[in-house]
């Protein structure tokens, strides 16, 4: 068994596991990733809020030994991205103008990870609303790259990303607009799924207003993240989206112990968006990507971008309208960020006919898309255009327009895939600068295909296993 002051080294799996096995209590496991939580989370900005006492308390509760227990995931420390409801916990969207905000319910993400046995330590790191592809705000400050703190660790789920790439959880909540789970699952070295949309419910109050936004999980491993996606996965009544449910019996977890088979995969590494160079070590991770999937047997092919450029002032009109969903008397939008309010001055200023035209242009887009490479199984692009950022890179004191131009690099591969509704991935298989930094490239499955995804992403961590670069990390780290 590892040694109790290596217990955040174990998988959610391996966690859980001795847990039933009696080798180790959800108590033990929690307190010590509290521990780690109070070692890291002030130089690295994980934590929103934390709520140890609520997590001890639903810790002791935890059965010890109980084997015949259903969830694989029951007894492990997780966490809640702040832009989620959770009853009782303060939830701040990452802004001062709900600093004070405490929900009276939980979302359906919440209760699902509550009755799977989960048990969280508070709510993660955020920019303000959701809306950056960096994580900073004036409440908790910037979430920072575990790999190196003067570098941002991406968004907006940058403080999951660090909460698990640093051992406080082996595997976190987290949500994704236009890549906010695979930018920081990139930057952060993580495996991260951006599950189909309709795959995970938003309810009940998310609101749906493009289509964009979906939930996933961060991860270290292929094995422990679809585990979570099973966790989360399923419609609630209501919801204006649903993915078609695995055949009976099946399991996302089941589908990382199946080999995939012999896949057909088109690549490409030209953004759609104009004026975005990709990094060569950005292009370097995907052709060592191709050359793997290659390796494995896999049928790699060059296909043209499947998008035009039109779709950044679709994504833009959209985003613009999306930010206002939360409103706010003139007192509190004086609270809000340069940014946020940035955002939110374009959407007001976007006509009904030119958010219809937007969406219409959106799905056109994605259609056209998705035949274009329906004869592929998967398709692998770069997961970032551009390598990690200083935390300064994204100030907001500047000319707002400089700032948004900047997140250009970090979500054109992502954000396409959000219009389409489409699942993807994104796999820690490359370092830069001689094994200083990660790189991520991304996989894109065909519509509600996460499946294929899983069993592809396993197989290629077997055959280029990753987690020696988190045992180095976390025993640098402490």
């Not at 994605?366 to 200083?390: G, N």
């Amino acid at each position: 068994m590892t040694s109790p002051t290596r217990l955040h080294e174990l998988t959610a799996l391996e966690q859980s596991a001795a847990v039933r096995k009696g080798e180790v209590s959800a108590l033990d496991l929690v307190r010590h990733h509290l521990d780690r939580v109070e070692q890291f989370d002030d130089r690295f900005g994980a934590f929103l809020t934390r709520t140890p006492e609520a997590a001890l308390s639903e810790a002791a509760a935890v059965r010890q030994g109980h084997t015949a227990e259903p969830s694989p995931l029951r007894g492990v420390p997780t966490a809640v991205k702040d832009l989620v409801d959770t009853a009782g916990v303060p939830t701040t969207y990452g802004s001062k103008a709900f600093a004070d905000h405490v929900p009276a319910v939980d979302a359906h993400s919440v209760t699902r990870l509550r009755e799977a046995g989960t048990i969280s330590l508070g709510k993660t790191n955020t920019p303000e609303f959701g809306c950056c592809c960096y994580t900073d705000n004036d409440l908790a400050g910037p979430a920072r790259n575990p790999w190196d703190p003067a570098l941002s660790a991406g968004g907006s789920s940058g403080g999951a990303a660090v909460a698990v790439a640093l051992g406080l959880v082996p595997v976190a909540h987290a949500s994704d607009g236009g890549g906010s789970i695979r930018i920081p699952a990139s930057i952060c070295g993580l495996f991260g799924i951006k599950p189909s949309r309709g795959r995970v419910s938003s309810g009940p109050a998310g609101a749906e207003v493009n289509g964009l936004a979906v939930q996933g999980p961060l991860a270290r491993s292929v094995r422990d993240a679809a585990a979570f996606l099973d966790v989360l996965a399923g419609p609630e009544p209501g919801d204006p989206h649903w993915a078609p449910p695995l055949p009976g019996g099946e399991t996302f977890l089941g589908h990382a112990e199946r080999p995939p088979g012999r896949l057909r995969i088109g690549r490409y590494a030209t953004p759609a968006a104009e004026g975005v160079t990709v990094d060569p070590q950005c292009l370097a991770a995907w052709e060592q990507a191709s050359h793997l999937l290659e390796s494995l047997g896999h049928v790699v092919e060059d296909i043209p971008t499947p998008f035009g450029p039109e779709i950044s002032d679709h994504f833009v009109t959209a985003w613009g309208v999306q930010s206002l969903g939360r409103p706010l008397d003139a007192a509190r939008e004086a609270l809000l960020r340069p940014v946020t309010r940035a955002w939110r001055e374009h959407g007001r200023g976007v006509s009904g006919e030119q958010f219809a035209a937007a969406i219409t242009g959106m799905q056109g887009a994605a259609r056209r898309a998705i035949r274009a490479t329906q004869p592929f199984d998967v398709v692998l692009t770069p997961t970032l255009a551009t390598l990690p950022q200083p935390v300064e890179h994204f100030d907001e004191s500047g000319d707002p327009l400089v700032n948004l131009y900047r997140q250009s690099a970090f979500s054109a591969f992502t954000s396409p895939y959000n219009m389409t509704g489409q699942p993807a991935v994104s796999l820690p298989l490359y370092w830069s600068d001689g094994g200083r930094l990660p790189i991520g490239v991304q996989f894109v499955g065909r519509p509600a295909d996460e499946a294929t995804l899983i069993a592809l992403s396993a197989q290629v961590e077997a055959a280029a296993p990753w987690r020696d670069r988190y045992a180095r990390l976390l025993s640098d780290a402490g």
